[in-house]
Nanobody, 122 residues
Framework: VQLQASGGGLVQAGGSLRLSCAASGSTFSSYDMGWFRQAPGKEREFVASIWWSLGNTYYANSVKGRFTMSRDSAKNTVFLQMNSLKPEDTAVYYC????????????????WGQGTQVTVSS
């Protein structure tokens, strides 16, 4: 399984970005897909996840109402639409995939992509 994250960049507070994670190497209908982030000096934390087959989504409280995770099964790609961005959203964002219904738990995700940097200026 390979995961390729993209879409990061520099944006002003209040702005929007859409991250993409292209997945390959498997059939993903049974997978959980997750987004995690790591800010400088902090541990990596859960952001959002989606159960590919049903589309059920879960969000960290810090992003609920601002971020939306979705998937495009035809393209084997998941997205993270980030609106109303805040400086505290600045981090490297990672996508992950797993068969263990990991939801918010990092260690249950077996595959990780490279990160994409999101920087929100105040």
């Amino acid at each position: 399984v390979q995961l390729q994250a993209s879409g990061g960049g520099l944006v002003q507070a209040g702005g929007s970005l859409r991250l993409s994670c292209a997945a390959s190497g498997s059939t993903f209908s049974s997978y959980d897909m997750g987004w995690f982030r790591q800010a400088p000096g902090k541990e990596r934390e859960f952001v959002a996840s989606i159960w590919w087959s049903l589309g059920n989504t879960y969000y960290a409280n810090s992003v609920k109402g601002r971020f939306t995770m979705s998937r495009d099964s035809a393209k084997n790609t998941v997205f993270l639409q980030m609106n109303s961005l805040k400086p505290e959203d600045t981090a490297v964002y990672y996508c992950a995939a797993g068969l263990n219904r990991g939801a918010t738990i990092q260690r249950l995700y077996e595959y990780w992509g490279q990160g994409t940097q999101v920087t929100v200026s105040s």
